[in-house]
């Protein structure tokens, strides 16, 4: 019988989700004087996050979807070491099994593994000031890694397209009766026409960051003291954006990479110099419209867009060197306000901004008001500052399908010499293979994460405030937020306390508990204290009973949490052969591929959704 989430509820034990380790000058924010209510400092190394070993974050064990990912998100590549969490990318051939409602199996493999960390459905926030502190990875003058932090409303899972459906990025509760507001509500799944709140899931991207070379460079453009004036921005780059549907109608939107004209845009994104990027002398740290992102599509017949409100800005090389604060706060229904490493605000919408866009006034999308939680992760994709080529180069023209006719490399695995035939297009690609060699890959470092609060201002910590609830819904519809669904039937598993393999009782320690024991070999977890080697704090829905010491029987029965990939860790899971479900969690194996179902991975990468 399938565990449901309310059952899950039902058991939890709750306590605080800061971390003990956060400086007492930490715990409360020095500008805002808001409250600390979350921290992670990732103090205790060899923490796992695969699913069902933390009660804050899950890894995912599943393709890359979105962006014609190249990589396979491995549980395995997300740990923790020297105080600091690790995204570990490489090149590392991944070899996974899907299969389909009958039992079928389909055989994929990607050169590339990364991995991609969130607090869905264990930790949800609504409004504060969000603060991280990171060590972006690689170089930053050549592409090719997409390292980003950002939010989603919990009813939408990242890469579970089908959990996307009519709720990404929704962030609309209006009821109107212009023709926009009536198609928009005909596209929101849950639309405040019904009877209710108008629901969704809303993104707001912290960060994006583009790495490499190239200048972006535009004449003439319009600033809004009536000035017209060259504007250019170099990289290393980051955007910042806020994703919201319903998006300005068919007839009247900008189309990208075009810039906008007057009426098709939101009038203070466009011209240069609007409120949202600080005035017309916020030139010390270049930023600009990023205009080769409006929205998308999101429904064919009518036409139904979603805003891209993005904005680009050059940093410093330091952000790719050593820790940087990245600092954004959220007022649901009133504004956003992005800042850079040095504290300068980058960015801001407000309601007004939005209100302001051109079309009915009864279908503008609100600030994000649903409660969001918090993703880490790191790409690899050929969309994302990766160099293109010249197809009528004489390289290109006597390697016939090396360079496409719109200029991208349609080869892309850095390991293979012929993808590298051409060296005036792929000096760039053998050089980040180099940065991703399995036994030494390039990691994006998070030395702490933390949310600050004022509950006056009607901010909460949970995944199901009062008329927003996510939690039920989730629950009755597990399949659409669960990657295998014709194997596994949850889409999370409760995190399993104690059995981590140990040889002494500091394996079964961490710097917040010194209780921890090694018996026969696996850890048994003190009162308070789980996870596979106790280093996890029972928090949340997900810790289960955590009043007493673990069960003994357990011992023994999960492995220490990797460190640095050998390249063999995998997960796997196979279908029952009747018809109830077996639920199986991933385990560490040596077969060297990974085993999962739900959607298949060859149609897949052609849905492509930016930012999920």
């Not at 799944?189 to 899931?201: D, H, L, P, T, V």
């Not at 990657?483 to 999370?492: G, Q």
């Not at 409760?494 to 079964?508: A, L, P």
């Not at 996870?531 to 928090?539: A, E, M, N, Q």
């Amino acid at each position: 019988m399938r565990l449901t989430f309310l059952l899950c509820s039902s058991i939890a034990v709750r306590a605080s989700w800061i971390d003990e380790q956060t400086p007492t000058t930490a715990r409360t924010d020095p500008k805002t004087g808001y409250t600390l209510v979350f921290s992670d400092e990732f103090a205790d190394a060899g923490r796992s996050f695969t699913d069902g070993h933390d009660t804050k974050w899950t890894a995912e064990d599943r393709p890359g979807v979105t962006n014609a990912a190249l990589h396979y998100y491995n549980s395995s590549t997300v740990f923790t070491e020297d105080g600091k969490l690790m995204i570990a990318s490489k090149r590392d051939w991944a070899k996974w099994t899907e299969y389909d409602a009958q039992g079928n199996p389909y055989y994929f493999e990607r050169p590339y593994q990364s991995g991609l960390v969130s607090t869905w459905n264990k930790f949800c926030f609504t409004g504060g000031v969000i603060e991280l502190s990171m060590q972006l990875p690689g170089s930053p003058h050549r592409g090719g890694l997409w390292p980003a932090f950002w939010m989603l409303g919990n009813l939408a899972r990242p890469g579970y397209l089908t959990s996307t459906e009519g709720m990404w990025p929704w962030s609309y509760d209006t009821c109107g009766s212009s023709e926009e507001a009536v198609q928009a509500a005909g596209g929101q799944a849950f639309s405040a026409c019904q009877g209710g709140r108008g629901r969704g899931s809303p993104e707001i991207d912290i960060i994006e960051a583009q790495p490499g070379d190239y200048v972006l460079r535009y004449n003439n453009v319009a600033h809004v003291d009536g000035t017209r004036r060259d504007v250019q921005l170099g990289r290393p780059q980051i955007s910042s954006s806020l994703q919201v549907a319903p998006g300005i109608a068919d007839s009247l939107r900008a189309i990208s990479p075009a810039m906008p004209q007057d009426g098709n845009w939101y009038p203070d994104l466009f011209p240069f110099g609007g409120a949202a990027y600080g005035g017309l002398n916020a030139t010390e740290n270049p930023r600009m419209i990023n205009n080769y992102w409006y929205g998308q599509l999101i429904q064919d017949e009518p036409p139904l867009w979603q805003d891209g409100l993005s904005v680009t800005w050059q940093h410093s090389e330091r952000y790719y060197q050593q820790q940087t604060i990245i600092r954004t706060e959220w007022e649901p229904g009133q504004y956003i306000r992005w800042y850079n490493g040095e504290g300068e605000l980058m960015y801001e919408i407000t309601q007004e901004m939005l209100n302001a866009r051109p079309g009915a006034a009864d279908a503008v999308p609100q600030i994000p008001y649903e409660a969001m939680y918090l993703i880490l992760n790191t790409d690899i994709s050929p969309r994302w500052g990766w160099n293109g080529c010249d197809p009528q180069s004489p390289c290109s023209l006597a390697n016939p399908g090396f360079c496409s006719a719109d200029s991208q490399l349609t080869c892309t695995d850095c390991g293979n010499p012929n993808c590298l035939l051409c060296p005036e297009a792929t000096t760039w690609l053998a050089e980040l293979c180099r940065e991703l060699d399995a036994t030494n890959p390039v990691a994006f470092q998070i030395d702490y994460v933390r949310i600050y609060q004022n509950p006056s201002k009607g901010h909460s910590v949970t995944c199901d405030p009062p008329g927003l609830e996510t939690r039920e819904y989730i629950d009755a519809n597990w399949e659409k937020y669960t990657f295998n669904p014709f194997v596994n039937e949850l889409p999370l598993s409760m995190v399993q306390r104690g059995g981590g393999v140990c040889f002494e009782d500091s394996d079964c320690q961490g710097f917040q508990q010194t209780e921890g024991s090694c018996k026969n070999g696996g850890c048994v977890c003190p009162a308070g204290w789980t996870g596979p080697l106790c280093v996890s704090p029972c928090v949340g829905d997900f810790a289960g009973p955590c009043t007493a010491p673990s069960d003994a029987s357990l011992v023994g029965t999960v492995s220490p949490a990797p460190s640095m990939l050998s390249g063999d860790d995998s997960t796997t899971a196979t279908p029952s052969g009747d018809d109830t479900t077996t639920t199986l969690r991933p385990t560490l194996i040596d077969s060297g591929s990974f085993s999962g179902s739900g959607w298949i991975a060859d149609i897949l990468v052609f849905l492509v959704v930016v930012g999920l």
